[in-house]
């Protein structure tokens, strides 16, 4: 095998290693967008990320079991409110993700 | 490549705020509540000399555009568009506009009762008094820091219309023969900001309509 081959294939392999929970394109839309707030509610959520009703809960509910979003319920008055934000770990997982993502572009860039 | 994206990201989370022309609105109202005085005296409907007119209008108008904007924001923009509390960065910037807007208030109620009161001193050949060059100096001042800080750029326009408002209007009033200056300016100034707003709030209630079932999504969460 051949060094640019082996690079090649080392690249590849990294993107195994990639997560999951996050590489899905609408969880990655919604970790992004909370990223860049301290804390946002259900419907500016949906705003954002365009993401319907039903679709936002689901992945909301994956990011949430994966320890990278916190949800918070509260009342005010008699009006439900749930606020979202991100976690330390789901920015570490962010940052992680877009440098990892970076340097495999690159890779395949640069080849 | 990844702050830049981020930053835009951020910008467009922010910016998303002002897409409901409600600022838009108050600022064009608080003009209006200065020029509408102007005009009925040009028309002769209403007196300097009698206080309460003068005063009662811009009073009316601005009481009426501080509740929209409070109200607009909470029962029409929130329900549409979602809460969200930002970084530090735009919590300290809407600190400054906060401060900015208390100052400017001040002064600006020294000013509105300078010139109710005639305590005007007549500057150089202009014939302008000057607190109405002070008022067109701070308005250019405060509207441009508030869009600085509140990253808002059509404030930077307003900031123009509503700093050559009343030193224009005063100015033609003095060196030309025109009838109705007071008219003609805040015509100028004014009806952009207001069909601007209008034009924006109207393409928001459009974009983002209120989904009945959304408080079932909310629930639904977790």
Not at chain 1, 14 to 24: F, P, T, V, Y
Not at chain 2, 5 to 10: D, P, R, T
Not at chain 2, 165 to 172: A, E, H, K, R, Y
Request: aromatic share 12%; charged share 20%.
């Amino acid at each position: 095998m051949s060094k640019q081959s082996k690079s090649d294939t080392k690249g590849l392999n990294r993107l195994l290693g990639i997560d999951k929970a996050i590489h899905e394109p609408a969880r990655l839309m919604i970790i992004a967008t909370l990223s860049v707030v301290e804390s946002a509610d259900f419907i500016f959520l949906m705003n954002q990320t365009g993401l319907t009703q039903g679709n936002l809960s689901f992945h909301l509910s994956r990011l949430e079991e994966s320890g990278y979003v916190a949800i918070k319920k509260k009342f005010i008055g008699k009006r439900p409110q749930t606020m979202l934000s991100i976690t330390d770990k789901g920015h570490r997982t962010l940052k992680e993700y877009l440098n990892t993502m970076k340097d495999i572009v690159d890779s395949f860039v640069d080849s | 490549m990844e702050q830049l994206n981020i930053k835009a990201l951020e910008k467009k989370a922010y910016r998303s705020f002002f897409k409901d022309g409600i600022y838009d609105l108050f600022i064009g109202l608080i003009l209006l509540s200065f020029g509408l005085p102007m005009i009925l005296n040009e028309f002769g409907w209403i007196d300097y000399e009698t206080i309460s007119m003068p005063l009662l209008i811009p009073l009316i108008l601005n009481v009426g555009a501080l509740l929209f904007l409070i109200f607009g924001k909470k029962y029409i923009t929130t329900p549409r568009l979602g809460i969200a509390h930002f970084g530090k960065t735009r919590k300290r910037n809407m600190r400054h506009v906060k401060l900015i807007l208390i100052i400017s208030a001040l002064m600006g109620g020294i000013l509105f009762f300078l010139i109710l009161f005639k305590a005007l001193p007549v500057g150089g050949k202009t014939g302008i008094p000057l607190p109405i060059l002070i008022f067109g100096i701070q308005s250019l001042l405060v509207f441009s820091l508030m869009a600085y800080f509140m990253d808002f750029t059509r404030l930077y326009l307003y900031a123009f219309l509503f700093a050559i408002s009343m030193p224009l209007t005063i100015w033609l009033k003095r060196n030309t023969t025109l009838n109705y200056p007071s008219l003609l300016v805040f015509t100028l100034t004014t009806v952009p900001i207001l069909v601007i707003g209008c034009v924006v709030f109207i393409q928001f209630l459009n974009q983002y309509p209120i989904k009945k079932d959304l408080r079932i999504g909310n629930e639904q969460t977790k």
